[in-house]
């Protein structure tokens, strides 16, 4: 564990590295870092929940070492009550977990908390926010899909950002929002407005050649200025 999850309603940026160069991992977060940052969101694929792979708990210790930054790490994977322990002994700050990946929400939140990191629920697109209710409150932070998930660089769903709305009513003010999917300056002031306060960010931040302007103008947007509403 390197340092505590911010405390909301602070805003958050947290760059995915998914859209980073993978062969340059750790200059890739350093430049994040220097943005001004305070965490990075590392996307876990296993190939069977999603259509793609990624990274396992291996990469994550190495970029331990290199980074002081908050490890959220997105669990994107059939079996995340094997595998959480290895990625909590490898740095993760945060474990996020799909709901639709395990039977037993509350066991899995309990075994995060016993490690000492803080614990995250998700859902797909396509799931109601109604799976999650029961789950969100025992939980430090709700993760909202605004993607299917797989890969970086898709377009923003607004309709299922919605839900933001109502997993703010249940989580209340003193639980992380987070979003994932689609977040670039011109989204980051609607999910804001939404209720979310950390925004999860790839192609926008990594896919830009300017990584503290990019962070920057997120941040701007989320604040409200430029807020297009
Ligand atoms: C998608 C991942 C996201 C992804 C977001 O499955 O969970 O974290 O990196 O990328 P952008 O911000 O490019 O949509
Ligand atoms: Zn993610």
Do not use: W
């Not at 595998?83 to 066991?107: L, M, W």
């Amino acid at each position: 564990m390197s340092v505590p999850i911010p405390k909301t309603p602070s805003i958050e940026i947290a760059p995915s590295i998914l859209s980073a160069d993978f062969a340059s991992l750790a200059s890739e977060i350093k430049q994040v870092e220097e943005a001004g940052v305070k965490m990075v969101h590392i996307d876990v694929m296993d190939g069977h929940f999603v259509p793609n792979i990624t990274i396992g708990p291996v990469v994550v210790a190495k970029l331990r070492k290199c980074s002081g930054l908050f490890f959220d790490v997105h669990l994107m994977i059939t079996d995340p009550d094997k595998y959480t322990p290895e990625f909590i002994k490898a740095g993760a700050d945060n474990i996020t977990f799909h709901i639709e990946t395990t039977k037993d929400p509350v066991g899995l939140i309990n075994r995060i908390h016993d490690a000492g990191v803080t614990a995250s629920i998700t859902l797909n697109p396509a799931t109601p926010v109604e799976a999650i209710e029961k789950f969100a409150p025992l939980c430090d932070m709700v993760l909202i899909m605004t993607v299917n998930p797989g890969f970086g660089g898709q377009s923003f769903m607004y309709d299922v950002a919605k839900k933001c709305i109502r997993v703010r009513e249940i989580v209340g003010p003193s639980k992380r929002v987070e979003v994932d999917g689609g977040i670039d300056p011109s989204t980051a002031p609607i999910v804001v407005s939404y209720g979310a306060d950390t925004l999860v960010a790839g192609n926008a931040v990594f896919g830009q050649k300017d990584r503290k302007a990019a962070v920057e103008a997120i941040m701007a947007a989320a604040r409200g200025v430029n807020k297009p509403l």
